[in-house]
């Protein structure tokens, strides 16, 4: 058990719609990343949030947008959505200045975009 | 670009024998490399992170060595068991908190 924490496990949408996507990062951790997982595929790097602030990108459209509470818990928000975004999203938190920055990560949220 | 590349893509031994996976990456100025276990439809498991300034890691049956010269880092499992069946991915790190840049993993299955 890591503590990092998703919700929901899984959901199902249409095209056109839009999701959001939960992470409780795990206690004294200060970063969230997101990264999203296409089946046999290795994670991608969509953003990550230190204190609140977005601090670093991937190649991931405008529609991919997210937020960081004072908590340290985060929210993925995907507009318009396409059938490609279907995958497992996953959330990592990290503790950045701390005496290592292993990333933990969540179970994941499975999204199927029908 | 920062790449990273896992081969190969699935591995099946019998139970008992020593393994090694292999991860390369394109820039060898790593900060980093972590070594994850994936079970089908779960998260992912850290299972050892290596330090540029190392050479190597061990866990239990588990010996991860990361070589930043030739670009490889190599995940070792000493008597492999059924329950070792997972994906496992390697993912390397270019700046203290910053992205992990993952490979496509390996699928090893321990046949009993």
């Known amino acids: 058990e890591t503590g990092v924490t998703q919700s929901p496990t899984h959901l199902i949408k249409t095209r056109g719609q839009q999701v959001t996507l939960r992470c409780s990062s795990q206690?004294?951790?200060?970063?969230v990343s997101w990264y999203q997982q296409a089946l046999g595929q290795g994670p991608q790097f969509i953003f990550q949030?230190?204190?609140?602030?977005?601090?670093g990108r991937g190649n991931f459209p405008p529609r991919f947008s997210g937020l960081q509470f004072p908590n340290y818990s985060s929210e993925l928000n995907v507009n318009a959505l396409e059938l490609d975004d279907s995958a497992l999203y996953l959330c990592?938190?990290?503790?950045?200045?701390?005496?290592?920055?292993?990333?933990?990560f969540g179970p994941g949220t499975r999204l199927t975009v029908l | 670009k920062q790449e990273v590349t896992q081969i190969p893509a699935a591995l099946s031994v019998p139970e008992g024998e020593n393994l090694v996976l292999n991860c390369s990456f394109t820039?060898?100025?790593?900060?980093?490399l972590q070594w994850f276990r994936q079970d089908p439809g779960k998260g992912l498991t850290s299972l050892l992170l290596?330090?540029?300034?190392?050479r190597e890691q061990t866990s239990g049956r588990l010996n991860a060595s990361l070589d930043k010269s030739s670009g490889r880092s190599t995940l070792y499992i000493a008597a492999s068991q059924p329950g070792d069946s997972a994906t496992y991915l390697c993912?390397?790190?270019?700046?203290?908190?910053?992205?992990?840049?993952f490979g496509q993993g390996t699928e090893l299955s321990v046949k009993p």
């Open positions: 990592a938190s990290s503790l950045v200045g701390g005496a290592t920055d292993t990333q933990y």
């Open positions: 993912a390397g790190i270019y700046n203290q908190g910053g992205k992990l840049i």
């Open positions: 820039d060898s100025a790593i900060y980093n």
């Open positions: 949030y230190y204190r609140e602030e977005e601090n």
């Open positions: 206690s004294g951790h200060n970063t």
């Open positions: 290596i330090q540029s300034s190392q």
